[in-house]
T-cell receptor, first 116, second 114 residues
Framework: EAGVAQSPRYKIIEKRQSVAFWCNPI?????LYWYQQILGQGPKLLIQ????????DSQLPKDRFSAERLKGVDSTLKIQPAKLEDSAVYLC??????????????FGPGTRLTVL | AQSVTQPDIHITVSEGASLELRCNYS??????LFWYVQSPGQGLQLLLK??????LVQGIKGFEAEFKRSQSSFNLRKPSVHWSDAAEYFC????????????FGAGTRLAVHP
């Protein structure tokens, strides 16, 4: 079974530029998550989708970050314009739909963003 | 509010020595608990998980963890550390009830001396 795919693996941009990350979840996983992991910290959830609807985006900086999952499969996370403090690893994860029980999340390799 | 505390930011052990990484959580309901490992430049790999039942859980790579409800702890252990275990370790609590959220600790970086 293929895992969660992410691209690119690395990206270096200047501040105020824009950048986009792509994620393809495990087949059949309706729930998709984007996390931000700043150096020295644990991953922090930015946004959670169930199919193509947003379940939780309470920690997404909406003035500069946006995400979409138009067909309920792959997803794109965009930053525009980027700031120095956006330098981090962006992790994508997927799981079966949330319900009464917890469903395990599976993580992709991440995209390391450096903003200069 | 739910939270996970990993008190040790860095730990250094000698190869062959035993290891214990501490994790404490704050969550009102029965927690789902996880340990993940992250090697440099890699994503998160699940080491083990606790959902219910036996409070001592076995994971991959010879790791185990014990859930202690009275202490709100889920410490990770390994009897004999290998140089390849050098990595960052994250404890996380999973929230059920329709949210399926993961709350991570800040991580413990493990260095292994030869």
């Amino acid at each position: 079974e293929a895992g969660v795919a992410q691209s690119p693996r690395y990206k270096i941009i200047e501040k105020r530029q824009s950048v986009a990350f792509w994620c393809n979840p495990i087949s059949g996983h309706a729930t998709l998550y984007w996390y931000q992991q700043i150096l020295g910290q644990g991953p922090k959830l930015l946004i959670q989708f169930q199919n193509n609807g947003v379940v939780d985006d309470s920690q997404l900086p909406k003035d500069r970050f946006s995400a979409e999952r138009l067909k309920g499969v792959d997803s794109t996370l965009k930053i525009q314009p980027a700031k120095l403090e956006d330098s981090a690893v962006y992790l994508c994860a997927s799981s079966y739909p949330s319900g009464r029980a917890y469903n395990e999340q599976f993580f992709g390799p991440g995209t390391r963003l450096t903003v200069l | 509010a739910q939270s996970v505390t990993q008190p040790d930011i860095h730990i250094t052990v000698s190869e062959g020595a035993s290891l214990e990484l501490r994790c404490n959580y704050s969550y009102g309901a029965t927690p789902y608990l996880f340990w993940y490992v992250q090697s440099p430049g890699q994503g998160l790999q699940l080491l083990l998980k606790y959902f219910s039942g036996d409070t001592l859980v076995q994971g991959i790579k010879g790791f185990e963890a014990e859930f202690k409800r009275s202490q709100s702890s889920f410490n990770l252990r390994k009897p004999s550390v290998h140089w390849s275990d050098a990595a960052e370790y994250f404890c996380a609590v999973g929230l059920s009830g329709g949210y399926n959220k993961l709350i991570f600790g800040a991580g413990t970086r493990l260095a292994v001396h030869p």
